[in-house]
């Protein structure tokens, strides 16, 4: 087992623990230190920081995601998802959705692009000055 399966291994121990104890798992990972010589503390630690670096990963993932479900939420429920990924994506209305509620396609959870999302920003701007212009034209 890599020093990185370790870590993540006493992770998910972690995360599955009905009433986790830091103190308990923070113990473990000590015991697993002395047992190293230098060369495997250093692999441990560089194995450590790169689980660090996966979770800040996930983190910001999930972070992005809420990010913009929250921005999106009321224009979502005033607007026709399918419109929008028709004509600004010329994609399916379930393509967008998927991008959206960050479903799982092939085993792998999609998200929108940055590309992607440069597209609907400006799609959302286009589509407000639309209704900007239909709502001025009635009064």
Not at 12 to 24: G, I, R, S
Not at 71 to 76: G, P, S, V
Not at 77 to 83: A, G
Request: proline letters at 2%; one cysteine or more; hydrophobic letters at 40%.
């Amino acid at each position: 087992m890599t020093e990185l399966e370790k870590i993540e291994e006493l992770r998910k121990e972690f995360l599955a623990a009905e009433n986790p104890d830091p103190e308990y798992f923070r113990n473990k990972m000590k015991a697993e230190m002395a047992s190293r010589d230098q060369a495997g503390k250093e692999r441990l630690v560089e194995a450590f920081k790169k689980s660090a670096e996966n979770a800040c990963d996930r983190a910001e993932k999930v972070y992005n995601y809420v990010s913009l479900k929250m921005r999106l939420e009321k224009a979502l429920n005033v607007i026709s998802m399918s419109y929008m990924a028709e004509h600004y994506f010329n994609k399916s209305g379930s393509w967008f959705s998927q991008r959206l509620h960050n479903h799982k396609v092939n085993g792998t959870p999609v998200a929108f692009t940055d590309g992607e999302l440069s597209i609907l920003s400006n799609a959302l701007d286009e589509m407000g000055q639309l209704l900007k212009d239909a709502a001025r034209s009635i009064a």
